[in-house]
């Protein structure tokens, strides 16, 4: 009898831990909050997209893209969302829920989508990381000016991972930055990175002749990406680096 019970025991341990990891599986890319203002929703073990949303002339409302990432009970930020409001409701959701401490946030490039909301981590002592050129385009423009600089790449510890943040060439922007997470084969784009099947977007501050180039430059960098967030739309994977080069090759 002791052999069939072991055999029974082993059974409803496997059908335990099949549910487990099911279940764990079915809330990546579910929506794990969401407001008028705001959306968030888990991407990855330790990653998690926040969607905001710019009020434009006509009416509409243009989502865009920022991230989360955790690790150890820290966090990082990836591009505010587009308003103090909406950032006061970020950083609230991650106390709350992810109860992990806000170490800072990185700014991909100096427009509104980017840093919108910026003023609402300083007033929380939140420190900011961006590119020397996006502080100075910031500043020109009267916006809130991110507090640390760097000038071509800053890799920050986080828990027990990294994030290397790194300057390849302008392309929507003089200043754009791709940041990689490693631990999660993870690259945060933003407008620099296109979804597939977008158009071109604002071009008002873009490099057109060096978009294509900077884009490859980020492919022989991380080959191996499984995850690719651009600033506004579908999250995916490399295919999304494939059609911004394809886009804007066709410009040249």
């Known amino acids: 009898m002791k052999p069939k019970i072991a055999v029974v ?22 929506v794990n909050f969401e407001s008028s203002a705001l959306q968030i929703k888990q991407l990855t073990q330790n990653t998690y997209q ?18 989360i990432y955790v690790s150890k009970g820290e966090a990082l930020v990836f591009d505010t969302p587009v308003d103090d409001i909406s950032s006061l409701q970020l950083i609230d959701w991650i106390k709350v829920n992810l109860k992990s401490q806000i170490v800072g946030v990185v700014v991909n490039h100096f427009h509104v989508d980017c840093l919108g909301g910026l003023s609402a981590f300083h007033d929380k002592d939140i420190i900011s990381f961006a590119n020397q ?5 910031a500043d020109k423009g009267r916006n809130e000016v991110p507090k640390l600089s760097f000038k071509d790449s800053l890799e920050i510890q986080l828990g027990s991972g990294s994030v290397i943040n790194r300057f390849f060439g302008p392309g929507h922007s003089q200043d754009n930055i791709g940041s990689y997470i490693p631990s999660e084969d993870l690259l945060f784009g933003g407008c620099l990175i296109k979804e597939v099947g977008a158009g071109k977007g604002n071009l008002n501050d873009a490099n057109l002749q060096m978009w294509p180039s900077t884009v490859r430059a980020i492919q022989k960098a991380y080959p191996e990406l499984k995850h690719v967030v651009p600033g506004h739309g579908q999250v995916g994977g490399t295919e999304l680096l494939q059609y911004t080069v394809d886009l804007f090759e066709q410009s040249n």
Request: hydrophobic residues 50%; glycine residues 6%.
């Open 133 to 137: 050129l996006t502080i100075e385009l």
């Open 9 to 30: 025991m082993k059974m409803i341990v496997a059908v335990v831990l099949s549910s487990f990891f099911n279940c764990a599986q079915k809330t990546l890319g579910a």
């Open 50 to 67: 926040h969607i905001s949303y710019l009020e434009l002339a006509n009416g509409q409302r243009f989502p865009c893209n920022g991230l």
